[in-house]
T-cell receptor, first 111, second 110 residues
Framework: EAQVTQNPRYLITVTGKKLTVTCSQN?????MSWYRQDPGLGLRQIYY???????DKGDVPEGYKVSRKEKRNFPLILESPSPNQTSLYFC??????????FGPGTRLTVT | QKEVEQNSGPLSVPEGAIASLNCTYS??????FFWYRQYSGKSPELIMF????GDKEDGRFTAQLNKASQYVSLLIRDSQPSDSATYLC??????????FGTGTSLTVIP
């Protein structure tokens, strides 16, 4: 089954404790993205990647890091999480920027 | 100015009616336009995309694009209660850079 998986699905953590949210797709897609979704602000792109070792900043990259060492994986790293990073995070993949397939989401709470 | 603007709604229509959802975008360089549906607590799923001026139909859904007016719309014919969801408009400037609107909440009343 074609899918994008994210882990963990839910995470509660404390300010400053480094965390990684994993994202994996099995569709051999070149393009992958990370988004955060907040009430009243909608989906905002954090980082995107158009191929292995090629990443670029989206609309709201501050406080986040990504890496793309393998085509199927695109982890999101929060080196020092802060409460304003409490949000619902989605990973997405697509073939050449057309239909994006979204993962199930990761709900992150930073206290 | 926001990249993509949508009326947040809520929009309510009776079952069987036509629901009309609208979206405007600010960058004339935007190349392709997408409509996603998101049920509460779920991830967005693509309904359709359009990149040429005019209409594109897919079943009960029609997307309309007017690049001169920087306007995209989605029509849902014969609306069903299962269409009740939030509809997200997105634009692509090229490559993998996307901008989403904040979504319009649609309720179809049986």
């Amino acid at each position: 089954e074609a899918q994008v998986t994210q882990n963990p699905r839910y995470l509660i953590t404390v300010t400053g404790k480094k965390l990684t949210v994993t994202c994996s797709q099995n569709m051999n897609h070149e393009y992958m993205s990370w988004y955060r979704q907040d009430p009243g602000l909608g989906l905002r792109q954090i980082y995107y990647s158009m191929n292995v070792e090629v990443t670029d900043k989206g609309d709201v990259p501050e406080g986040y890091k990504v890496s793309r060492k393998e085509k199927r994986n695109f982890p999101l790293i929060l080196e020092s999480p802060s409460p304003n990073q409490t949000s619902l995070y989605f990973c997405a993949s697509s073939s050449r920027g057309l239909e994006q397939y979204f993962g199930p989401g990761t709900r992150l709470t930073v206290t | 100015q926001k990249e993509v603007e949508q009326n947040s709604g809520p929009l309510s229509v009776p079952e069987g009616a036509i629901a009309s959802l609208n979206c405007t975008y600010s960058d004339r360089g935007s190349q392709s336009f997408f409509w996603y549906r998101q049920y509460s607590g779920k991830s967005p799923e693509l309904i359709m995309f359009i990149y040429s001026n005019g209409d594109k139909e897919d079943g009960r859904f029609t997307a309309q694009l007017n690049k001169a007016s920087q306007y995209v719309s989605l029509l849902i014919r014969d609306s069903q209660p299962s269409d009740s969801a939030t509809y997200l408009c997105a634009v692509n400037r090229g490559g993998n850079q996307f901008y989403f609107g904040t979504g319009t909440s649609l309720t179809v009343i049986p």
